[in-house]
């Protein structure tokens, strides 16, 4: 989807959600000066104020107070998941552009719905993760164009540990529908395997809990039981559209914690960085040479917020942005027939496809103003 060019200067954009992840991306964006932080929501109003102060930002409110202001143009959207359909619905109404995290909908038909709503009302949609577009995948996707491994035959990755309980003050979420190793974690590993290979066409995939509850372990409510409501442990075989293979797994299970990405081609191995992260490192094993070596990792690290340059970008210039809806909810509909699949225990197809986005320049810098005349940072204003 691509939006109209129209208006000059930074693009004001609003945070909804105020939680732990609020941190990273108001630290990172504050930093762009084609982006404006104008406001912080939150339905518990006192959080947004104290996330407002803490990050210099004017204005905090509930989210209809702050979707209701003429000067936010795009929303940053980091409500629960089970919150992100209506946040983003709520926020396209009143003539906003939406960024998400991730997953974008707890279903397919949701996102497909945003998404059709947003082109009728010429908007755009965005979504999480955005790490891909860091330095680490994108010296990946250079290094696989180069030729570097020959033609890639297929993907290997693992990202397993414990869970999110033992650090998160608040972890229930992490085990209800949208959320689980394969939601929460899945998106990193599935949007930089479709934006290294195309789209997904067929997968097939097992599942299993380990545990009926677990316990918080950190913060005012640890010690306290939550129950879990999805698989914690899924293995999948993805099959891709350009004939590449990968094997993909996500738990909440092993006591051994591991993360793993590799591309094995016709010439030789690619050890890719965590997609989790926006740095490297990037080694490549020749076939026969016995030996890695390191490959220059050009690019970002910023962290979390380089969607939303990207896509602010686009807001003002008119052309697509990468980290987008349609990127999202291929991603979303690979995760849905991921369950499936585990649920029937057969081979899912996958008919809708996407087009992967093109990859970054290697200057591109989204600390260099490209949007016109405009202060850097926050806006003005009071908090309310």
């Given at each position: 989807m691509t939006?109209a060019?129209g208006?000059?200067g930074?693009?004001?954009?609003?945070?909804?959600?105020?939680?732990?992840?609020?941190?990273?991306?108001?630290?990172?964006?504050?930093?762009?000066?084609?982006?404006?932080?104008?406001?912080v929501?939150d339905?518990?109003?006192e959080?947004?104020?104290?996330?407002?102060?803490t990050?210099?930002?004017?204005?905090?409110?509930?989210?209809a107070d702050v979707?209701?202001?003429?000067?936010v143009?795009l929303?940053?959207?980091?409500?629960?998941?089970?919150?992100?359909?209506?946040?983003?619905?709520?926020?396209l109404?009143?003539?906003k552009?939406?960024?998400?995290?991730k997953?974008?909908?707890?279903?397919?038909?949701?996102?497909?719905?945003?998404?059709?709503?947003?082109?009728?009302?010429?908007?755009?949609?965005?979504?999480?993760?955005?790490?891909?577009?860091?330095?680490?995948?994108?010296s990946?996707?250079?290094a696989?164009?180069?030729?570097?491994?020959?033609a890639?035959?297929?993907?290997?990755?693992v990202?397993?540990?414990?869970?999110?309980?033992?650090w998160?003050?608040?972890?229930?979420f992490?085990?209800?529908?949208g959320?689980?190793?394969?939601?929460d974690?899945?998106?990193?590993?599935?949007?930089?395997?479709?934006?290294l290979?195309?789209s997904?066409?067929?997968?097939?995939?097992?599942?299993?809990?380990?545990r009926?509850?677990?316990?918080?372990g950190?913060g005012?409510?640890?010690?306290?039981a939550?129950?879990?409501?999805?698989?914690?442990?899924?293995?999948s075989?993805?099959?891709?559209?350009?004939?590449?293979?990968?094997?993909?797994t996500?738990?909440?299970?092993?006591?051994?914690p591991?993360?793993r990405?590799?591309?094995?081609?016709?010439?030789?191995?690619?050890?890719?960085?965590?997609p989790n992260?926006?740095?490297?490192?990037?080694?490549?094993?020749?076939?026969g040479s016995?030996?890695?070596?390191?490959?220059?990792?050009?690019?970002r690290?910023d962290?979390?917020?380089?969607g939303?340059v990207?896509?602010?970008?686009?807001?003002?210039?008119?052309?697509?942005h990468?980290?987008?809806?349609?990127?999202?909810?291929?991603?979303?509909?690979t995760?849905?027939a991921?369950t499936?699949?585990?649920?029937?225990?057969?081979?899912v197809?996958?008919?809708?496809?996407?087009v992967?986005?093109?990859?970054l320049?290697?200057?591109?810098?989204?600390?260099e103003p490209?949007?016109?005349?405009g202060?850097r940072?926050h806006g003005?204003g009071?908090?309310?």
């Amino acid at each position: 989807m691509t939006a109209a060019p129209g208006g000059a200067g930074p693009v004001g954009v609003a945070v909804v959600g105020a939680g732990v992840i609020s941190a990273q991306y108001l630290s990172t964006v504050s930093r762009f000066p084609d982006v404006r932080i104008v406001a912080v929501a939150d339905l518990d109003e006192e959080r947004a104020a104290a996330v407002a102060r803490t990050h210099g930002i004017p204005v905090s409110g509930g989210p209809a107070d702050v979707l209701a202001l003429p000067e936010v143009e795009l929303v940053v959207n980091l409500t629960v998941p089970t919150a992100h359909a209506r946040v983003a619905a709520a926020a396209l109404r009143a003539g906003k552009h939406v960024y998400g995290e991730k997953p974008i909908t707890l279903v397919p038909a949701e996102a497909e719905k945003l998404l059709a709503e947003a082109s009728e009302r010429g908007l755009l949609v965005g979504n999480a993760p955005d790490t891909f577009l860091g330095a680490g995948l994108q010296s990946a996707l250079r290094a696989v164009a180069a030729g570097h491994i020959g033609a890639p035959v297929a993907a290997t990755t693992v990202t397993q540990g414990l869970g999110p309980e033992a650090w998160h003050p608040d972890p229930a979420f992490f085990y209800q529908p949208g959320a689980g190793p394969l939601f929460d974690l899945g998106p990193y590993y599935l949007t930089s395997l479709v934006a290294l290979f195309g789209s997904v066409e067929q997968v097939a995939a097992t599942a299993a809990r380990a545990r009926e509850e677990r316990v918080v372990g950190s913060g005012p409510k640890a010690g306290q039981a939550f129950p879990v409501d999805v698989p914690t442990h899924v293995s999948s075989l993805l099959r891709f559209a350009s004939g590449v293979r990968a094997h993909s797994t996500f738990s909440f299970d092993s006591a051994l914690p591991r993360i793993r990405f590799e591309i094995t081609g016709t010439e030789g191995t690619l050890s890719v960085p965590d997609p989790n992260t926006f740095g490297g490192p990037l080694r490549l094993l020749p076939n026969g040479s016995g030996t890695w070596r390191e490959l220059p990792v050009r690019g970002r690290t910023d962290g979390r917020g380089l969607g939303v340059v990207d896509m602010a970008r686009a807001v003002r210039g008119g052309g697509p942005h990468r980290a987008s809806g349609a990127l999202a909810l291929h991603v979303l509909q690979t995760m849905t027939a991921i369950t499936h699949s585990a649920d029937r225990a057969e081979f899912v197809p996958l008919a809708a496809q996407v087009v992967p986005p093109e990859p970054l320049p290697e200057d591109w810098d989204p600390e260099e103003p490209t949007l016109g005349a405009g202060s850097r940072g926050h806006g003005e204003g009071a908090s309310p």
